[in-house]
């Protein structure tokens, strides 16, 4: 069975040129990684009405599973979860565990001091109204859940805009839930390096990825200025469970090497 895959991409800072559109690119690799692969993007403006549209006709199309990437957030602008309720004809609500979600985050980001007040102001409950039906996803990253609604036959994730919470969301949330669409094993284990900064960690990551095959990895958030050190998300995909388990083991043995090797130099040239 074929399935139809679409992503919608949604921003004026992108149709500016202001901003360039990296997410695309990534979901389109996991994806594929996943046998997903992608028959449409779509780039459009931050309008509720082009994004009712535009997910009216995506589901016209019988597209079995549509991902969104923009406009959750807090500000004025962020419009996407308004737009996906006009799109299936149903209101706003304000739903519980979103407002969980979100307001546990910004607790944890006072007691961080990375905010002034956990308050839940209007613009941060913004944030947990999602549309009747919906449910939240979580991030693991930033304040605003992603959001998932079936409507009809077809799969509507909605993601933010920020690389790294897309990144996070897709990973954590996303991946599990579409594992029924596609005929690949996911399989995902979380790791401690022995590394403290994550600029440090970022191209050693990268370095174990260019050598592996179905293989994603992703540093882990950590408290603001934190000495402990770096936790390592690493999903693997593959045809078999076996396959698949075989993929983990062998990135998992790259980044404990890779990591140690880095630590030592380090440690060589601070002595």
Not at 4 to 9: D, G, H, K, N
Not at 49 to 72: D, F, M, P
Not at 162 to 168: D, F, G, H, N, R
Request: net charge negative; aromatic share 4%; proline share 6%.
């Amino acid at each position: 069975m074929t399935l139809r895959v679409e992503l919608l991409i949604i921003g004026n800072e992108l149709l500016s040129g202001h901003t360039l559109d990296t997410n695309s690119q990534w979901l389109a690799q996991r994806l594929f990684d996943l046998d997903l692969p992608v028959n449409q993007i779509l780039v459009i403006e931050d309008k509720i009405e082009h994004i009712a549209q535009a997910i009216k006709l995506s589901v016209e199309r019988c597209t079995n599973l549509l991902i969104t990437s923009g406009g959750l957030g807090p500000t004025f602008d962020d419009i996407t979860a308004e737009g996906l309720a006009s799109a299936a004809e149903v209101s706003l609500q304000l739903h519980p565990e979103a407002l969980r979600m979100v307001t546990q985050r910004y607790q944890k980001l006072k007691t961080q001091g990375l905010v002034e007040s956990s308050d839940i102001t209007p613009a941060r409950e913004k944030m947990a109204r999602l549309p009747n039906g919906a449910k939240p996803l979580p991030n693991s990253v930033g304040s605003a859940p992603g959001i998932y609604l079936k409507i009809a036959n077809t799969e509507v994730y909605c993601l933010p805009g920020v690389p790294q919470e897309l990144y996070a969301i897709f990973m954590d949330a996303v991946t599990p839930l579409i594992a029924p669409l596609t005929q690949k094993v996911a399989l995902q284990e979380i790791i401690q390096v022995p590394i403290l900064d994550e600029s440090h960690l970022a191209p050693l990551i990268d370095t174990v990825m260019q050598d592996s095959t179905g293989v994603y990895l992703k540093s882990l958030p950590r408290p603001y200025q934190s000495r402990q050190p770096l936790r390592v998300a690493i999903t693997t995909t593959a045809t078999t469970k076996s396959q698949a388990t075989k993929q983990l083991q062998e990135a998992i043995l790259k980044l404990r090497k890779i990591t140690h090797t880095h630590r030592q130099i380090e440690s060589a040239l601070n002595d």
